[in-house]
């Protein structure tokens, strides 16, 4: 897809990246056009898909300069986002895979999760993976201000893999500047974070870069460096709390259910 919805003659083309996501197939790599999309993307069906940014205008060559093909939250352009930039949500029951490639996201504003927001309702899966993403300048205010994942109800699952993205500038008043993890009445819920550059993020309340929040142990954290009362992290299980720092450890897995090296 690309914004003047020609793609140089090749069909199906879509003038915005929604039109897309809501017309593609199952299994679609939905590829992108370099250039600025002023959307607020919502995927709430059963999906799996495949979101690549960098294409040129023939759709010949990638470019994997995750500048090049922006999502921003401010649809009116004054200034201030007018929404979450990607929410993903799977009711009761469905399936959600979501593959999002080589993207700047950013000036997303939303309750919870100003870039990306992620939930898995009762028995659901939403399977997230992020690679090589600039994730930066969302708001949240309540908490997760550029990634929230959540899986809250009885039997819900989310995994969600994050390799290779840069997160700054993200605020949020609660917890989770650059991203929160959050479970409560699901024990189904992982993050794994590898290779990522998290930075100059800010949370009024805990966990600048990263807050996990669990209701149901045990949870598992692993990374070679990072402290445990670093303001960077926050992490509040009630018991049966792993820590763990290998070290020769280079990613971190954070998980309700198991830790895998």
Known sequence: MEASGSCNGKTPCFANIQQAINSAAEGATIRVAEGRYHENLVISGSKKLVLEGGWDNNFLHRAPDANLTVIDGDINGDGIGDGGVVRIEALSGLTITLDINGFTIQNGVSEDGGGIFAMAHTSAIVILNLDGNIIRYN????????????????GANVQSTLTNNILYGNRTVGNGGAMLAASSNSINLSVTIINNTVSENF?????????????????????????????????APPTGLLWEKPPAEEEWIVTTKHAVR
């Open 203 to 235: 949370a009024d309340a805990a966990g600048d870069g990263l807050s996990v929040i669990w209701l149901h142990p045990p949870c598992y954290w692993k990374h070679p460096s990072m402290s445990r009362g670093s303001t960077e992290l926050a992490i």
């Open 139 to 154: 708001n949240s205010p309540n908490t997760a201000g550029g990634i929230g994942v959540y899986a809250q109800d009885p």
